[in-house]
Antibody
Framework: EVQLLESGGGLVQPGGSQRLSCAASGFSFSTHHMTWVRQAPGKGLEWVSIISGNGGITHYADSAKGRFSVSRDNSKNTLYLQMNSLRAEDTAVYYC?????????????WGQGTLVTVSS | QSALTQPASVSGSPGQSITISCTGTSSDVGAYNYVSWYQQHPGKAPKLMIYNVSNRPSGVSNRFSGSKSGNTASLTISGLQAEDEADYYCNSYTSSSTSVFGAGTKVTVL
């Protein structure tokens, strides 16, 4: 059974940093792209970033470029999102999602999310 | 990139069919058959319902179907049931190798 468990959320001050983790199990982690998606309170889903299975390819939404960095440790089956220079508008539930890109493109499994609150 | 355009809300009575549209551009929806749809109940994680425009993952009811014409994709729910009441989001791969979601549609079962 595929399981994704996010952690690392919490309250952070504007301008601060936070690192999110996503522990994966139940599938071959190193051979799958992984994606971060966020959802501000009461708002819709926003795609944030994607990383390839070996970590060599990454892409970011304009809102994350230059401030967020996605990485992975395939030996630990763990995905990360390093977030710097955080702003109030980064307040959201952050989901990690297993991403299928072989002959298609979709997010087939999701974690339950971790809430990041940026506030003084 | 701008969110894909979806109606804010759609409603229907039990047993009826409803359709949710998702309009993008020639750089996303119109460029690839990589449109997917997600169902999200309050306080829950999204769930994949349709991928590659019209394919259903194992376990998803065949009451859910997808299609695409030009820059607009659609999700149809037939035989509407109370459990279908949720938010629905479309997503498309883009020519920038990124991805974009729709703004979301709230489905209400009357």
């Amino acid at each position: 059974e595929v399981q994704l468990l996010e952690s690392g959320g919490g309250l952070v001050q504007p301008g601060g940093s936070q690192r999110l983790s996503c522990a994966a199990s139940g599938f071959s982690f190193s051979t799958h792209h992984m994606t971060w998606v966020r959802q501000a309170p009461g708002k819709g889903l926003e795609w944030v970033s994607i990383i390839s299975g070996n970590g060599g390819i990454t892409h970011y939404a304009d809102s994350a470029k230059g401030r967020f960095s996605v990485s992975r440790d395939n030996s630990k089956n763990t995905l990360y999102l390093q977030m710097n220079s955080l702003r109030a508008e980064d307040t959201a539930v952050y989901y990690c999602a297993k991403t299928w890109v072989s002959g298609g493109y979709c997010f087939d499994y999701w974690g339950q999310g971790t809430l990041v609150t940026v506030s003084s | 990139q701008s969110a894909l355009t979806q109606p804010a809300s759609v409603s229907g009575s039990p047993g009826q069919s409803i359709t949710i549209s998702c309009t993008g551009t020639s750089s996303d929806v119109g460029a690839y058959n990589y449109v997917s749809w997600y169902q999200q109940h309050p306080g829950k994680a999204p769930k994949l319902m349709i991928y590659n425009v019209s394919n259903r993952p194992s376990g998803v009811s065949n009451r859910f179907s997808g299609s695409k014409s030009g820059n607009t994709a659609s999700l149809t729910i037939s035989g509407l049931q109370a459990e279908d009441e949720a938010d629905y989001y479309c997503n498309s791969y883009t020519s920038s190798s990124t991805s974009v979601f729709g703004a979301g549609t709230k489905v209400t079962v009357l």
